[in-house]
DNA sequence: TCAGCTATATTTGTCATACCAATTAACATA
DNA sequence: TATGTTAATTGGTATGACAAATATAGCTGA
């Protein structure tokens, strides 16, 4: 059952404008190509023009397609990112998309913290960095959970910025940090291990590079970190 | 002149969105107040229904408004678009240093945001930052205060990352921001309007990087204007 | 045979009217 | 005053019409 608002039935536009959209999504008409005329669209669906215009009004608010008078609708370079991966259920839609959104915040923040971290960091701070990157390691290599020690790697990143605004982030972060578990992600095996593995390392990157007071590399290792987790994550979350 | 498919005039249902989208941003209506009905838009805008009720299928579709039949048409309160900070950060209070070190995570933020904003903006939100250039513009060359103007330009740029968390971020800055008045700036004379023509300036700069799509040119022009705004900040603090 | 021009067809944008379905307001009655 | 009925209001959908912009077909001349 499509959404819609409480206790009524969908509207027609908006169920031809989401099968529409996930046509588009899926490539099909590509980008660039043309979208089936208003009139063939009616006949498709058996609905009147004003349906029709409804949700091809609600594609083109989202980015998705471009109409010129007299030439047709085209699907337009999608300016919206794809999701990361299909919610099971529409309920938690908002909730993953949410959850997506907030580590693509994190990752600026983080990535610009690893930079403050690099040019103030005490050497203090520095020795809890270690300190926090070895608990990770033991961690990986007693199998147990890495959730919490690779949360306060990243908390004394913030902490070493000398900045509360940051660490008042990440503190806020780590109240909704949600188990990988729960994401879906098979937390035993070899490939998670694996996973883990090269966290550790990109974790002794970016520690090093804080420790050098080397900015940039600072910079580059969480990039490349926050960049290689994500990609691990799609990894092992499509085997 | 409002976005539009290129030579096309702008449609008239996509000014009237963009009008009505900025109101409902604004707080006008608030959020689970109805808006006028589309009767009364008719009136209003001095057009057909068809017009307005393609306005407002982008509306819908962008999760502002949601209608219900017999009743109208009501502003939402966007799971999505919820703002996730529900709790004050305690230790941002009333802090001088606070001041200063949200400063600089809302640098680290917007640069990012500029960079998001100029891969994903559609045109409807370009039209947004541009209507939004235009009015702290027009604040500057009528003497009249900016700071509601400038921070619109800022949350139009969050808004256009489609990232609810950027979204979130700014909205929990706007509620932060203090007058620069209380900042101990002199906001009358010569040098502060100078101060605001660089802004503009710099503003501009964003603008365009961001309408073509150039996300590095945006990065780093948001990077120069944030920097800019310290200096001068600065120097007129000294004065 | 090909290029250029013109007329026609196609497509989207906007307007107007009508009717249906759901909700709300007004009114009458007990 | 409470309840039920009726009318009005509001959004959803359908249909037809015309304007504006673009694409295509056909004709003409070199």
């Known amino acids: 059952m499509k959404a819609s608002v409480k206790g009524q039935k969908p509207r027609l536009a908006t169920e031809i404008e989401e099968d529409l959209r996930t046509r588009i999504l899926a490539g099909q008409p590509p980008v660039g190509e043309k979208l089936a005329t208003e009139r063939a669209l009616c006949l498709t669906y058996g609905v009147s023009r004003t349906v029709i215009r409804e949700a091809i009004a609600g594609l083109r608010a989202a980015g998705l397609i471009e109409s010129r008078r007299g030439s047709g609708l085209f699907v337009r370079a999608s300016s919206v990112q794809a999701p990361l991966w299909q919610a099971p259920m529409p309920e938690m839609q908002a909730e993953i998309v949410a959850i997506v959104d907030t580590l693509e915040l994190r990752a600026a923040v983080e990535i610009e913290a690893a930079f403050l971290a690099a040019t103030r960091a005490s050497p203090g701070q520095i020795a809890q960095l270690r300190s926090c990157h070895q608990r990770f390691a033991e961690a990986v290599a007693a199998g147990e959970k890495t959730e919490a020690a690779d949360f306060a790697f990243h908390q004394a990143i913030a902490e070493a910025t000398n ?13 909704r ?18 996973y883990l593995v090269d966290m550790q390392s990109e974790h002794l990157d970016i520690l090093e ?17 926050l960049l290689g987790s994500l990609e691990r994550y799609r990894a092992l979350s499509q085997s």
């Open 177 to 194: 940090t949600i188990p990988r578990s729960k994401l879906g992600l098979e937390t035993t095996g070899e490939p998670y291990r694996a």
């Open 209 to 225: 590079a804080i420790e050098r007071h080397r900015a940039e590399d600072a910079r580059e290792a969480m990039q490349a970190h």
């Open 163 to 175: 900045n509360s605004a940051y660490r008042s982030f990440m503190e806020y972060l780590g109240k």
